[in-house]
């Protein structure tokens, strides 16, 4: 089956705006009334598992550095001070990491709510994706479209990974290679979401954002940068998700939209 042509989309959209300015609509959007309930439920799981697993962790730092301190002697002493905020940094960035790849599981459901909202949102039209019993019944697909960002992300992030351990290309090459790998997933796996309530296969919704390169890789961009800043990266996946949508629905949607929604 033919892929549709973004050339009338991406010549309306000449003047519109950078992926880093849709990034930064977004922060505009997730305080919109009626986007608030969408926003907040994902970022309470979020934070609540989050503290969670912070205490449980830190209980555990506590119990290793209580071991290490009995078996230093009393002249190192001094290294518990420049240890501990270095353990507790690592392991705030380690889990920050860890966390933003489990919530984009565990809120995949309201992710997509969200990206449905802001689309009608923006356009004024609504977009019937069915009742709530219809939302779990599509659960098994939700997941499954997560499963198949995760099966183009791995062997990509394992090669890439593995280029820090070449000599030379490690340390001049590697980081720049990586920071773009992860600005073209972050673009992949927010703009997914309003491509997936049209049902437009993952593949295509890749073929459409290679389409407008320049704009998804800075708007991924924006969000890896983003995503480093501690507390802001706990909101950064509902501004990525209105952000994401706005693009869709100013250079991708016309092409792309489901043959139910009406034309208008």
Request: glycine share 6%; proline share 6%.
């Amino acid at each position: 089956m033919s892929r549709p042509s973004l050339s009338s989309t991406r010549e309306s959209a000449r003047q519109a705006k950078s992926g880093f300015n849709y990034f930064v609509e977004g922060f505009h959007l997730i305080r919109r009334p009626g986007l608030r309930t969408f926003v907040f439920i994902p970022l309470m799981i979020n934070l609540l598992l989050f503290a969670g697993a912070f205490y449980v962790a830190f209980g555990q730092l506590e119990q290793l550095f209580a071991y290490i301190s009995g078996q230093l002697p009393e002249y190192l002493s001094w290294l518990n001070f420049l240890l501990w905020p270095l353990a507790v940094l690592t392991m705030l960035v380690v889990m920050a990491f860890i966390f933003s790849s489990v919530m984009n599981w565990l809120a995949a459901p309201f992710n997509g709510l969200l990206a449905e909202k802001v689309e009608q949102l923006l356009t004024g039209k609504p977009l019937y994706t069915g009742t709530t019993s219809d939302l779990i019944k599509d659960l098994p697909r939700i997941l499954g479209r997560e499963w198949l960002k995760l099966k183009y992300y791995l062997p990509r992030a394992i090669l890439f990974l593995l280029l820090f351990w070449v000599p030379l290309v490690g340390q001049t090459a590697a980081p720049v290679l990586w920071f773009l790998f992860s600005s073209w997933m972050m673009a992949i796996q927010y703009c997914d979401y309003p491509f997936d309530n049209h049902k437009v296969p993952f593949n295509d919704m890749r073929f459409a954002l290679r389409q407008t390169k320049g704009t998804s890789m800075s708007f991924g961009a924006a969000v890896t940068l983003f995503s480093m800043i501690p507390v802001v990266n706990f909101i950064v996946m509902p501004v990525a998700i209105c952000g994401a949508t706005a693009m869709w629905v100013d250079r991708y949607r016309e092409a792309y939209r489901h043959p139910n929604i009406a034309p208008e």
